[in-house]
């Protein structure tokens, strides 16, 4: 028989798995402490926007396979093998906060003190190294009062889901890491996977401490590409013809490189990379070694969202008193989440230059009214943001802003100053208004070598 599945927490990493695992035929106990979240789950209203998400949460509530709640031991009890994937924010001091993984660890505990049969606890979230052998395994064992390995087994298995396209990260990963407290934990884990992908994901396995190393090491690397191209996308705003763009892909496409990662823009944000990157620099003080290349990436990405103040200021001068119009506000496009977004700094950077600014995002309005409340305007349209603005800074990449044609900033704007803080708009269409792009020299304007 299948084994049943339980997921305890039901964020953007946790509602996927549960719904993915739910539509290959599993039955799935969702398990959230939040009683709106699951109120509204179980009515298949789900808060966080996904592609596909939707779809694959109706129909598992159709067959009945996705069962939302808020008890923890119902969903341990009924299921065989159980997924952590609660939040691991960020303390003050940049560490991680484990009160939510150290919370459900308990509650598991709780529920395998009188479950006789052997359980699979499978840690999702990311936790900093050796977390998973001196935390949750202490906690599981003390309140269940049963020893890993005989009564329980424990892997740590780190997501890579990329908000805006978990379902298809969760149906289609390059590979699967199951870190293992012994070989009976990794094999049921693997055999799991096995049944779920019907075919070979490639699959390494390891020790739970090696595998909690790949996903820190895996998302600081990828923050350095990011780093990277923004440094050399500086460097070539100073030299008249240059490209950044051209000059990524063209090292992208050594096969050591790759080209992936290598857009360069005003940062990165999102509810991952800078979280993690923190908590690996505090993890690296705690035990005294200095990660040098990860403090350059941040450095460079705290410093990258105010290059689209520089660039609005050299097209337009002083933004004291102009209307500046934002588009985009998510952390990039094809979510509504805009935690650590790239958006927040620069609109409080404009409001300190008492800027009066108008923002117009697809899908984060919601949001950003929660941040910026009545200090900022809200658009409903792009069109209706850009209208009498005086200079624009496109801050998300929405595919839906390469539909503003040059004509219409022309006509909409006062004076129409555009600046492509992602570098999605053809430089080569926008020679008659002032232009400026992140990356690009200001003699730059055809877009060609
Ligand atoms: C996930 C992770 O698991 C995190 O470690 C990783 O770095 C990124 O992805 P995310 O899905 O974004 O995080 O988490 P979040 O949106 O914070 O949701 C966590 C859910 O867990 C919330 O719905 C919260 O209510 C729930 N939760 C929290 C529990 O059910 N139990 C708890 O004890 C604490
Ligand atoms: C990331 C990781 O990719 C994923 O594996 C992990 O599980 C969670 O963190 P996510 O934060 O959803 O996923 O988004 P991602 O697509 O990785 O982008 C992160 C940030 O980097 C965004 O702000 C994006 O705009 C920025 N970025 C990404 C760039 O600026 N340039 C790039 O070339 C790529």
Redesign the pocket.
Known sequence: MRPRISVIGLGYVGLCTAVCFASKGFHVYGMDVDVERINSLSQGRSRTYEPQLQHHLNKALKTHLFQPTVDSELAVEKSDVTFVSVGTPSLEDGSIDLTYVKQSSAAIGASLKNKPKWHLVVVRSTVVPTTCDSVVKPVIEETSGKPCGPEWGLCMNP??????SAIYDTLCPDRIIIGEYDERSGSALDNLYRSFFHRKIPTKRMSMVNAELVKYA??AF??M??SF?NMTANLCETLPTADVGVVTSAIGLDKRIGQ??????L???????PKDIKALTAFGREKNIDLPLVHATVEINEKQPFRSIDLAEKLIGSLSGKRISVLGLA??PDTDDMREA?SIPIIKDLLQRHANVVVYDPKAIAQARRIFEGSITYAESAVECIRGSDVCILVTEWESFKDLKPKEFAKLMKHPAIVDGRRLLDPSQFSRVKYASVGLGSNHKTGTP
Do not use: M, P, W
């Open positions: 997501e890579f889901l990329r908000e805006g895996n998302n990828l923050a590409k990011v191209a992936g990662f290598l857009r360069a823009g940062g990165y944000g999102g509810s991952c990379f952390f990039k790239v």
